[in-house]
Structure formats: C-alpha cells, structure tokens
C-alpha cells in the first residue's frame, strides 16, 4: 500500500468520525459537559489507562505529547479506535441494561526531523446520553407533575501536538486542543397541556498542554522514565438556542422560537499527571500514573451536587515474551487497574469509579510495528447509598495502531 493511498483513507476516517454520533447511557452524564472520554489509544487502555511516563516509538501516546519525539525517522503512524460498552444501571428500587457503541479515536503522527515529532488527532472528549423522569410538586398544592429530560451530544477534541528531545534524556512536548460541540436537552413537562422546551447549548474554546519525560540512568536491566503533564486552566464559551411550545388539542402552539442566549463560562481546571514507566529485561513495562484536577478553584455550578477535587490513580502492566515458539510468542499481554475519585458531589457521596483491564496485542505484519490492540475492561461507577445510581459495565476496545514508511511500499506478511 503506497502511503498517499493510507493519508487518503485516514482523513476519509476523519470525516467519517467528525459526523458520527458518540453514545452514552449513563445518568450521570447529565452534569456538567457529561462523562470523560475514558478511552485511550493503542495498548494503554488495557493498562488501566496509563502512560504518562511510557516511551513508545511505534505508537501514539496520546498521555504526553513528549513522546513524539521518539517516532523513528520515515515513519508514519496513524490509529482509530472502536469501543461497545454493556452496562447494568440500578437504583433501590428499578434496574435497566444498556448497549452503547462508539468511534473511540482517530489519530496520526510523523516525525518532521529525527527529534522532533508531531501528531493531529480527533477524541471525543465528553460524551451524554441521558433519560430521566422527575417527579415535582406543584407550588401552593400537594399535587405533583412528571417531567421527562432526555439528553445527548457531548464535546469533541481536535488537537495539535508537537514531541521535541532536547537532550539524549530529556524530551519536551506541546499540545493545543480545540473543544467544541454541542449538548441537547429536552425537557417534556407532562402536563396538559403538553410542553416541550428543546435547548441546544453549544460550547468551545481552547486548552493548552505541556509534557516532559525524563529517562533515568538504567539500572539492573530495567530503564525507567519520568513524565510529567500540566493542562492549563480554560473557559469554554457557551451559546445557547431554544425552541418550545405546547399543544392544546392535537395543536402546537409556540412559546419561543429560536432564542438565542449566552451561557455562562465552563471552567477546566488545572490539571496536572505525574507517571513512572520502568521497562525491565525488555520484556515486562509497567505504569504507575496519578493525576489531579482542581475543580474546587473553577466557579462551575450545579443545583443538584457540588464539584470537587478529582484524583485518578492507575497501574498497568505489559509482558511481552523473549523466547517461544507459534503465534502466541509474538503477543503482548496485558493488565490494569484505574480508580478515579470523580468530580461530583451528590448527597455528600463522591461519584467515584473502580476499573479493572485485560487485554493483548496482535501483531498484524513481520516488518513492522503494526498491531490490534484488545482490552476488555469490568468496573462500577456511583452507588447506591444515599437514594443514588449505581452502574456496573463491561467494555470492549479495538484500537487499530498501523505503522507505514514514508514513500515505500508494505508487505504485508
């Protein structure tokens, strides 16, 4: 395959990806820009979504963009990635079972000289997808009414990153985001008469990241690297249009008609990630990753829960074996963990999340780096004390990482 043919089809990928609709079921997305894109690129996801620290010269790193200094020269990387989730969502009283499928990622990466490295990409960056009835009373009545609030939509990431090495050890990179998108919300009033008001609240704005890794001295057959992240704080701008009307005998009547308001701000917050990635006898990497999000410092607000600090602690492990024989000798096997403390405050219950990965890494020619990567992941986010939502899910992940050379031909076996 002759590389203006693949740069051909993987931006046909990005147009596909950009008109694609990203799915959740998760109640919990109804609160602030929904739920975070949890999925990564090529092997990380299966390691408990880590890699901060990691060094991989033959995939995208999409944790810190330092590490595009390291794609080789002539090369050419681009992934795009698939998930399906099945989850079990519970209160005290009713369950139900959802099956959401989503484009996970679409990315590509080159380097422009031997130390420098840069790489454009396309990631969900929230996602929401919500159906609630609500119950509220009627002022000056012991009456009540249902309201329905459906929602969908979420923010997308289109971004530029660019990976330097300074020093044989040390490697700097940059990282401008461009997050955009919009979030509907309908809400029916089930009354009579009928009233439906439809928002469409859309957002955008620009976030800026830098990374650092920083490769120790070997030390008994292991090589440890450093890395270091820090997202500066943001505001993303809201606008916001709405329609509703309500109907009286079969008849809509409009209430408002295309009304345009300015929202206020949502704030990002400062962020910083810290990992550690030590690769030991060339067959085993492991991660440890720990990041913190400050959202107790933006002036974000929300009715039903407080926004809180954030911590997410991750470990993963990958082994590789040096010697055997067959198929199963070439594969990469791997192993995570992630607990994420969540940012929501609801009924003074943290809305926290416990995950646990497996997967493996096929390698899909004899030349070269190219690889599906597998990981199915198992976890529980929220609770069921104080009157709240529990949901269980199981996660599947395809993540396709190819890698061409720039003006060759590939074989292919």
């Known amino acids: 395959m002759i590389l203006k043919k693949n740069i051909f089809g993987v931006f046909l990928l990005i147009h596909t990806i950009l008109w694609a609709q990203n799915d959740t079921s998760s109640p919990y997305s109804l609160y602030g820009l929904g739920l975070e894109n949890k999925t990564s690129f090529g092997g990380f996801t299966a390691m408990g979504n880590t890699g901060v620290a990691q060094i991989t010269p033959f995939q995208i790193n999409n944790f810190n963009p330092a590490n595009l200094s390291n794609i080789p020269l002539n090369s050419f990387l681009y992934e795009i990635g698939i998930n399906g989730t099945y989850s079990s969502i519970k209160t005290n009283d009713v369950s139900q079972n959802t099956t959401d499928f989503n484009f996970s990622h679409l990315a590509i990466a080159f380097p422009v000289i031997k130390t420098w490295g840069m790489n454009f990409g396309l990631i969900p960056y929230s996602k929401v997808g919500y159906n609630i009835d609500i119950e509220k009373p009627i002022e000056g009545s ?31 990179g940059i990282e401008l985001s461009f997050l955009f998108g919009t979030i509907d919300e309908e809400n029916w009033v089930l009354t009579d008469p009928l009233v439906n008001i439809l928002d469409h609240n859309y957002y955008n704005g620009l976030k800026f990241k830098t990374g650092i890794h920083y490769t120790l001295p070997d030390l008994a057959n292991t090589k440890t690297t450093l890395g270091v992240t820090f997202e500066a704080p943001t505001k993303l701008k809201g606008t916001q249009t709405r329609n509703s009307y309500k109907t009286i005998g079969g008849y809509q ?78 594969l990469k096997y791997r192993l995570g963990l ?61 993540n396709l990482s190819f890698m061409g050379n720039w003006f060759q031909k590939q074989k292919i076996f």
Do not use: C
């Open 142 to 172: 012991t009456s009540t009414f249902n309201t329905r609030i459906i929602g969908s939509g979420g923010l997308n990431n289109l971004y530029w990153a660019n990976g330097m090495k300074i020093h044989e050890k040390i490697s700097l």
């Open 253 to 330: 009547i409009d209430i408002e008609k295309d009304t345009e308001n300015n929202l206020d701000d949502f704030e990002l917050p400062l962020t910083i990630s810290v990992g550690v990635s030590s690769k030991i006898n060339k067959n085993i990497i492991s991660n440890f990753d720990y990041k913190k999000l400050w959202w107790e410092n933006t002036n974000n607000y929300n009715n039903s829960g407080n926004y809180t600090n954030q911590s997410i602690y991750a470990f993963g492990v990958e082994y590789k074996p040096s010697k055997g024989y067959g198929f199963s000798s070439l």
């Open 338 to 398: 992630n607990y994420n403390t969540g940012f929501l405050n609801i009924s003074n219950q943290k809305i926290d999340t416990y995950s646990l990965s497996i997967g493996l890494g096929i390698p899909m020619s004899k030349q070269n780096a190219s690889s599906l990567n597998i990981s199915y992941s198992i976890g529980k986010e929220g609770t069921l004390s104080n009157s709240l939502i529990e949901e269980n899910f199981h996660k599947l992940t395809l």
